[in-house]
């Protein structure tokens, strides 16, 4: 019997209700407020997503003395000149008017000086204190806020609704999306003008991880399957503070990089302070990327403590000082029985962010009509690493610009009939996996995290990629037999094998381009090619699939637009 | 929870439609939080040195910010609790931290809403709104802080 799918007209549909979907629906609606917008949320509307789990705050250009060149440079450095200029100068240079909207439009209280300006705090890899925050807890606060302006704006909400795929017309143009209410297990097609992605990305898929365990990769997926190209995929950050708290689901959780800033210490399992071995200059406040390895290779070395982690020290700052600038990385070690304000807490490397994504210009638009990427889904503005503090900046700032271009293409864009025959055998795809046993969603994904964690983690070689890509291809022909009991409404199992699915293929690729990048770069580290190779490697990896389905990867020449690297490394003497 | 708690019963948060096993339908939550104008409106004119770290509007609203929305104290509430038609300890807490906020214009409008028939008046301080929080914030004060500001709207 074939099955009911319902189907519902939008003129924008959204997918994801972080700081980048829902910046999108408020210049949306200001734009034009007339349009009829859906937004699709996998979880609660704006409470789902990272935006949310934002600590430390926002970078943006504010104080005189600061300028946007700067910032531009050192976005620049901290992603080893990999970023795409177009998309970091756009980011730099929007960030200041969006953190202000957020003030001033949407009422976000962040931290403010005694003479009444905005608070910026230091923050690694930076040349000025340009991050503003609210405490240490500032994506509560800016999506609280937006959520909020989403009450007011009124789109269609589609809660507890994942996207499945892009739904084409019979020529291939973009006609909408496929969706799959988890709540009571139908299926329908949105059809819609213009189709924002903004999912998020998937480092879930590593065994110690910070991101929400939402966030399984499903936009980068579901645009790969319907022949987008990606870039930089190789590129996934890893936060040196991760909490270690044995199997609690807090295991990963960021402890904000503030408290490096703030002068915190690492020390290894035998009590010295090992960043004075790789990094004597900046030590604790080098940047992510560094000090994630360095962690990483104490734990590997066997000079980790008992737990399998480095420690993370500011009690000599003083307990009540410690309280009040980081009283919510304090409760949130007192939950596990630990206190950061007078001892030391285990802490490991943690799977982070993902740099890498859909190809866009400055705009959101991708290579396919109608179709718009921002956030986490999209890759080139933060190059081969991330600077702290132009997470939620991105985010925001290419949210913004997907509503406004939304808006436009909205107008000029008529609504296409989704071709029947990928309709159904993408429902069919999701339903092959329901109402039996067979590979159970979660021991798979154990494994996944295994791999991830092991061969296209801190420290790669040819040897452990090449592994890692033979288990994800075996793993994903398991896939293929994935197995869960019970009935549609609220199969928290059916949609564990549905998210598994969709983070094999994204690790497929990121594999495959580590594989392919042979030096050292940012988060992505070669122990068999240790140095950064400008000469080779100024080029970022494209990757695509084929309608067969098998990976293409190609390289292109990073466009050094507006600033080259004042030093270029080489393997030459 | 103490030292060496062996077991734990959990049960679907209360006050809200179960769905099944532990999800619940938190519309009820997000209708009363939406009935109180949640978003900010930008006022046409803020004074001068409005909200400045330190002052008693700053720490008023800065009391009631953070909530994670996460619907305990709405589960906690007594009034809530027998059915009582009741906006509820988070909707009012969010009202506040508007009305509070000299750069918001909208407190009358707001006002209007808290002090009619689902508003403060339904409370009535047995405060295990602010026990239950998992944050810190403490809604009661928050509606008191309210029914100050009503007053003084009135004079």
């Known amino acids: 019997m074939a099955e009911a799918i319902d189907t519902l007209d939008a003129d924008v549909v959204i997918v994801g209700s972080g700081g980048a979907g829902l910046m999108c629906l408020l210049h949306l609606a200001r734009r034009a407020p007339w349009l009829d917008v859906t937004l699709v949320s996998k979880g609660a509307v704006g409470r789902s997503g990272c935006t949310r789990m934002v600590q430390g705050g926002y970078n943006a250009v504010l104080d005189p003395r600061d300028s946007l060149e700067l910032h531009f440079a050192d976005t620049l450095e901290g992603g080893a000149y990999l970023n795409d200029q177009d998309l970091a100068w756009t980011l730099v240079r929007d960030a200041p008017s969006i953190v202000k909207e957020l003030e001033e439009v949407c009422g976000c209280a962040f931290d403010r000086t005694a003479d009444n300006r905005l608070h910026q705090k230091k923050f690694a890899g930076q040349s000025f204190d340009r991050t503003v925050h609210r405490g240490d807890l500032t994506g509560i606060e800016i999506m609280a806020r937006l959520r909020d302006q989403a009450l007011r704006i009124r789109p269609r909400e589609l809660e507890d609704v994942r996207a499945l795929d892009l739904a084409l017309d019979a020529s291939g143009e973009v006609a909408g999306l496929i969706v799959l209410d988890i709540a009571s297990g139908r299926f329908a097609v949105v059809r819609a003008r213009v189709v924002v992605v903004a999912t998020g990305g998937s480092a879930t898929m590593y065994r110690i991880a910070a991101p929400a365990r939402e966030k399984t990769g499903d936009g980068i997926a579901m645009c790969m399957r319907a022949g987008l190209h990606v870039r930089d995929m190789e590129m996934l950050q890893f936060h040196p503070t991760g909490l270690l708290a044995g199997d609690s689901l807090l295991t990963g959780a960021v402890l904000e990089e503030g408290l490096r800033g703030a002068g915190a210490y690492l020390y290894n399992g035998n009590g010295e302070r090992f960043m004075e071995r790789y990094d004597p200059q900046r030590l604790e406040r080098s940047t992510r990327d560094v000090v994630a390895r360095s962690s990483y290779l104490e734990i590997i070395e066997g000079r980790g403590t008992a737990g399998g982690g480095v420690l993370l020290d500011i009690s000599h700052l003083g307990a009540a000082e410690v309280e009040r600038q980081f009283g919510g990385m304090v409760s949130r070690t007192r939950l596990i029985g630990r206190d950061l304000a007078r001892e030391p807490v285990e802490v490991s490397p943690t799977a982070h962010f993902q740099m890498g994504g859909v190809l866009i210009d400055s705009d959101c638009r991708t290579t396919a009509a109608g179709l718009l990427v921002a956030g986490e889904d999209a890759g080139g503005a933060h190059g081969a690493n991330r600077l702290g503090g132009n997470g939620v900046a991105e985010s925001t700032v290419f949210g913004a610009r997907a509503g406004a271009a939304a808006a ?157 690297p004042p030093t270029r490394y080489a393997d030459v003497p | 929870m103490p030292y060496g708690t062996a077991a734990v019963r959990v049960e679907p948060l209360a006050g809200l439609p179960v769905i099944r096993d532990l999800v619940v339908d938190a519309k009820p939550f997000w209708a009363e939080w939406a009935s109180v104008k949640p978003w900010f409106v930008p006022a046409e004119h803020v004074p001068d040195g409005a909200m400045a770290p330190g002052s008693r509007e700053a720490v008023l609203v800065d009391s009631a910010l953070g909530c994670i929305s996460c619907g305990v104290c709405h589960a906690s509430c007594d009034i809530v609790q027998v059915g009582g038609d009741f906006l509820g300890p988070a909707a009012l807490n969010r009202a506040l931290a508007l009305v509070a906020d000299p750069r918001d214009g909208a407190a009358d409008e707001r006002l209007r809403v808290v002090g009619g028939r689902r508003g403060l008046d339904r409370c009535h301080y047995v405060q295990s709104c602010g026990s239950a929080c998992p944050v810190g914030i403490d809604p009661s004060r928050s509606i008191a802080a309210l029914r100050r500001l009503r007053i003084r709207s009135r004079g």
Do not use: F
């Open chain 1, 408 to 564: 436009e293409l909205a107008s000029e864009r008529p609504l296409r009939n989704p071709d029947r025959e990928r309709v159904h055998a993408s429902v069919e795809r999701a339903l092959g996996a329901l109402g039996h046993n067979g590979v159970d969603p979660d021991a798979l994904l154990i494994e996944l995290k295994d791999v991830m964690w092991n061969d296209c983690g801190l420290v790669r070689c040819r040897e452990g990629l090449l592994s890692g890509a033979r288990a994800i291809e075996e793993m994903r022909d398991r896939a293929s037999s994935l197995g869960v009991p019970g009935s549609r409404e609220w199969n928290v199992g059916w949609q564990k094998a549905l998210d598994v699915v969709n983070q094999l293929e994204v690790a497929e690729v990121m594999v495959a381009s580590a594989l392919a990048r042979e030096e050292s770069r940012g988060a992505h580290y070669r122990v068999d090619h240790p140095t950064r190779r400008d000469d080779e490697w100024l080029r970022y990896l494209v990757a695509s699939r084929t309608d067969g389905g098998d990976l293409e990867l190609e390289t292109r020449p990073v466009r050094l637009t507006r600033r080259a």
